[in-house]
């Protein structure tokens, strides 16, 4: 099996990840929201210049308690360091991210959504992983490109084809 085809569950790889999944060429979200967590500003740079091996690795590590997340700090630091000689940019760390508050949907969410004509209801935010609400604020940054957030909300079950 691909990891192309590895289930959410399994690893935690999105099928609108799928078209870069088995090469890593592109940070997955499950990696990105992993940075988040660890205040790491890994650019895509340094990630292109990571062997196959290390990018495996830092969609394998852990990064939920506190032990890990230190960890997982110093694997990313360590990479990068080797890659660019100095350490990755640091980010303030949210004490309390968005993608945690299954309470409240952030506007750029409910307004991606809007202007892909869909409708995120409350229920529906709180039934999703906190990944799936990541994914689902990340993919719907002005800054960002959001052609993957309408197959995000077909994958996630808020809408249907």
């Known amino acids: 099996m691909t990891q192309a085809n590895i289930s959410l569950e399994t690893n935690d790889f999105f099928q609108f990840e799928a078209d870069f999944v088995e090469s890593l060429r592109c940070i997955p979200m499950q990696v990105r929201l992993k940075l988040d967590t660890c205040g790491v500003k890994l650019k895509l740079e340094h990630w292109h210049r990571f062997s196959e091996a290390d990018r495996e690795q830092l969609t394998q590590l852990q990064c939920g308690d506190r032990a890990s997340t230190v960890a997982y700090t110093a694997y990313v630091q360590a990479l990068v360091h080797r890659v660019q000689g100095a350490p990755a940019s640091t980010l303030a760390i949210d004490p309390h991210p968005p993608w945690h508050n299954g309470e409240v949907i952030p506007d750029d969410v409910q307004a991606q959504a809007q202007a892909e004509g869909a409708q ?4 529906q935010w709180r039934s999703l992983r906190p990944l799936q ?29």
């Open 133 to 161: 609400r990541f994914a689902l604020i990340k993919l719907s940054r002005p800054s960002h490109e959001n052609r993957n957030f309408y197959p995000a909300l077909v994958e996630f079950g808020l809408v249907s084809l």
């Open 120 to 123: 995120i209801g409350l229920e």
